[in-house]
Every structure is written in structure tokens, then in C-alpha cells.
């Protein structure tokens, strides 16, 4: 399946390469991926679209002084910049729709989880969901864990979560080293004891501590 990153790309790109291909009058050049001529960069566009571009994510909205003073940008290019966003955006939720719709995400407010329901290890989980701008599904209430349990449970395979054992056995933090504030732990887990650093969701919804090299569906969060 391709990465919820990667088709938000590919729509903002659609939606851009016409103009560029044409070199349209008033349309100044935007930042461009090293050694590749006229095409946008990812990182050109975060700045130019902000949170238009990733509503999931908390970046705002470049200011209206900043988008003017970059290149030369007059007022009335500003408004057709904004028309631009409004049109991206209402693309990139016809996409959403499509890949609920298809069983391929799931959105939990601002969160959206996918799986590419492939099996790997915990390291490779992470890294895979980290290649494509996200990390692994970490629930961080009930309505998000459950919404993990219904993919677990399309797939018919256990999951890795978001979640490690501390240097304390028996203590599990979150991957950016803060304490869970939400757990589902089947009774009389976790039981490991600093053996089991990792966790993963059964299709219940419970979780459970478990060695980190077992193979495990991948499910990412965005």
C-alpha cells in the first residue's frame, strides 16, 4: 500500500506540475529537491502549505507577511496561493474518504493509522513507519485503541505498539521516553521483568508484553 505521506505528496505535485510545466506568469519558483529541476520539495511545501497541506499535524499556516516577502509575492498572488490550498485540501479529503472507504486507514480525530500488512520485527515496524513521515500506532485512549484493535483484527495478526519497557523492568514508557497515561493490559501483564521490552495488541484489544525480534503486523500512525 502506498504511504499516507507519500499520496498526499503525489496530490499536492498533480496539482502543482501543470503550472510549472507551463511556467505560469506570476508563479514564482518554489523550493526544489536537490538535483531535480522545477519539481517541489517536501520541505518547500510544508512551508508554503503548512497544516492546508498535513491537517493531522500541528504546523500552522505560513503568515501572510512571510508568504509576501518570499520571492517577490504581490497581494494578488497571495489570494490565488490561498485558492490553491483550499482546492489541495479539498483533494487531499476526497483521498481520505477513499482509503476509509477501502479499508486501507483509520481515522481517530486528528490521528490516522494504516497498516502495509507486512510482519517484521519491532525495529523494522519503526522504521518503516518513521521512512514514511509517521511512528507506530500508540494509543493514547480507548477510542484510539480500539480503532488499532479493528485493524489488528482485519489482518487476524497481532501488533506492535508504540510502547517500551523502560531501564526499570517492568515500567513501559512511551517512544519518546514520557509514561503511558492510557493502558489496556490483559491481566497479570506485564509480566516480563526487563525480558520482554516490547508490546504488542491482541485482537481483543489487550495488550502484552513480548520479545522485540518476533514478527509482528506493522500498523503506523500519522
Known sequence: MLSYSFCVFAA???LLMPCHAQNCAGAPEL???PGVSRLPGLGGLNRYFGSLLWPSRKEKLPERHWLQGQQGLSTS?????HNVL???????LQLEGVLALNGKITT???KIFASNGKEVNFSS????CEETGGTLATPMNEEENKAIMGIVKQYNRYAYLGIKESDTAGQFKYMNGTPLNYTNWQQSEP???GTERCVEMYTDGNWKDRKCNLY???ICQY
Open 12 to 14: 499536492a505535485v498533480a
Open 31 to 33: 523550493p526544489s529537491i
Open 77 to 81: 498572488f497571495d489570494a490565488e496561493l
Open 86 to 92: 483550499l482546492n489541495l485540501r479539498q483533494r487531499f
Open 108 to 110: 481517530v480525530g486528528e
Open 125 to 128: 515496524a519503526l522504521e518503516s
Open 191 to 193: 509480566n516480563g521483568k
Open 216 to 218: 509482528r503486523l506493522t
